[in-house]
């Protein structure tokens, strides 16, 4: 079975420092991947998805980026970290029907 | 593109109680219907999901939900709530077919079970 694992689970960083999170896949192949941000009060926004290596697509303009170096590798950055990039990160990939999604346990940020 | 509303971001139901939470969608096609919860300290998780047939769809725990097409609604329902049910509910769309670009999700709606 499908297995999603992101690190770091918690981080506390400054303003205009760098971010790097990591999304790994496990038990399947070739998978979209995809990055949510669940803010309080606003669901969950998608910030990125890709569906293959190196292949990238951005729902918003915002401050961060996301890169695929790897099958079953999912990362989402930033160069210098606003206020306004805290909140929950999902990493998501495909759940076991077409459409239907797969969450991992998702990394909270907090930005001070 | 599609989007999702859910009608109320606050619920609090005392035991017992019946629950209805209610989704609109508005998208011009066929779509794939979601409910997605999160309890305290956990991952998102589906509840249930909706794609063809019976428009009354049963998940775990005792949820259910209806898909009326002419209201384009997916309202989640459970006759007798419990405690643990205590969570963050989210409804979510895609189109038929699935797609590459993931699921629109609504707001949530935080649902609060007292004993």
């Known amino acids: 079975s499908q297995t999603i694992h992101q690190w770091p689970a918690t981080l506390v960083q400054p303003v205009g420092s760098p971010l790097s999170l990591e999304c790994t896949v496990e038990?399947?192949?070739?998978?979209?991947l995809y990055w949510y941000r669940q803010a309080a009060g606003r669901g969950l926004q998608l910030l990125f998805y890709?569906?293959?290596?190196?292949?990238i697509s951005s729902e918003v303009p915002q401050n961060l980026s996301a890169s695929r170096p790897q099958d079953r590798q999912f990362i989402l950055s930033s160069k210098k970290l606003l206020l306004s990039d805290s909140g929950f990160y999902l990493c998501?990939?495909?759940?076991?029907?077409?459409?239907?999604?797969?969450f991992g346990e998702g990394s909270r940020l907090t930005v001070l | 593109a599609q989007s999702v509303s859910q009608h109320n971001h606050h619920v609090i139901l005392s035991e017992a109680a019946s629950l209805e939470l209610g989704c609109n969608y508005s998208y011009g096609g066929t779509v794939n219907l979601f409910w997605y919860v999160q309890y305290p300290g956990q991952h998102l998780q589906l509840l249930l999901k909706?794609?063809?047939?019976?428009?009354l769809v049963k998940g775990i725990k005792g949820f259910e939900a209806e898909f009326i097409k002419s209201k384009f609604s997916f309202n989640l329902r459970k006759p007798s709530v419990q405690w643990s049910d205590t969570a963050e509910y989210f409804c979510a769309v895609n189109p038929s077919g699935g797609g590459a670009d993931g699921l629109t999700f609504g707001k949530g709606t935080h649902l609060i079970i007292q004993p």
């Open positions: 038990g399947t192949s070739n998978p979209n």
């Open positions: 909706y794609f063809s047939g019976d428009p």
């Open positions: 998501a990939g495909p759940g076991s029907a077409a459409g239907e999604l797969f």
């Open positions: 890709s569906v293959g290596i190196g292949q």
